[in-house]
């Protein structure tokens, strides 16, 4: 079945240092790729959408310079935190989908603790 | 956009009663709605999933209903087992239309006891 596989699992950063999460679809090009939030103990949050090739759309209230997400390639997508601050540590997860497909193919998380 | 609202946020059920979780959903034109579980720091993981020409589908203990009038979709759990414990989330979309992001509801913590 369809892999997304999403680095690091976990990453310890000091404040206002910035930080790159890759996805990569193993077996199938994605289209698109969906980066939500997930603070604990609530729901993934939608940050922002990018397709292939194209600037990213962001969700209300997600800040597009500190949020970089860069789509080069049906394969890769990366979420850069840049200036990370205390506030942005949580669990980022990526999900990848191709167009005319009804599924989602979730990457494996990454829990980014900003210290 | 999408408003996807999911109750209750916290259930707790003896082992091998029924367990039963609600969503409904703002966009009339969502198409897909799929549910997922998620243990604590891992990935969501999809157990099913139903399409708006479907009213119910079910697999084993699993069933999800569908109202597209309502606008509103349920998860069934029958003969729950302590390892249903987990968090569960509803979620809708345009699926199949480029671009188009799931919305998750904010989440069921179901606690099956033996």
Redesign the interface.
Same mark, same amino acid.
């Given at each position: 079945g369809a892999v997304v596989s999403q680095h690091p699992s976990w990453v310890i950063c000091k404040s206002g240092t910035s930080v790159k999460i890759e996805c990569r679809s193993l077996d199938f090009q994605a !289209?698109?790729m969906?980066w939500y939030r997930q603070f604990p103990k609530? #729901?993934?949050?939608?940050m922002a959408?990018s397709?292939e090739g194209s600037k990213a !759309?962001y969700e209300q209230g997600v800040e597009k310079d500190k949020f970089l997400i860069n789509h080069a390639s049906l394969t890769l997508s990366t979420l850069t935190v840049t200036s990370a601050h205390p506030e942005d540590s949580s669990?980022y997860?990526c #999900?990848a #989908?191709k167009? %005319?497909?009804?599924g989602?193919t979730?990457? #494996? %998380?990454t829990?980014l603790t900003v210290v | 956009g999408e408003n996807v609202e999911q109750h209750p946020s916290t259930l707790s059920v003896q082992e091998g009663d029924s367990a039963v979780i609600k969503c409904t959903y703002s966009d009339s034109a969502s198409n897909y709605f799929p549910w997922y579980k998620q243990e604590l720091g891992k990935r969501p993981q999809l157990i099913i999933d139903i399409r708006s020409n479907v009213g119910e589908k079910k697999d084993q203990r699993i069933a999800v209903t569908l109202n597209k009038t309502a606008k509103h979709f349920s998860l069934h759990i029958t003969e729950t087992q302590p390892e249903d414990s987990a968090v569960y989330f509803c979620a809708a979309s345009k699926g199949g239309q480029a671009g188009t992001a799931l919305i998750f509801g904010k989440g069921t913590t179901l606690s099956v006891s033996s």
């Open positions: !289209t698109t969906f609530q #729901s993934l949050m939608l959408t397709n !759309t669990f997860i #999900s #989908s167009t %005319g497909d009804l989602y979730f990457g #494996s %998380g829990r | -």
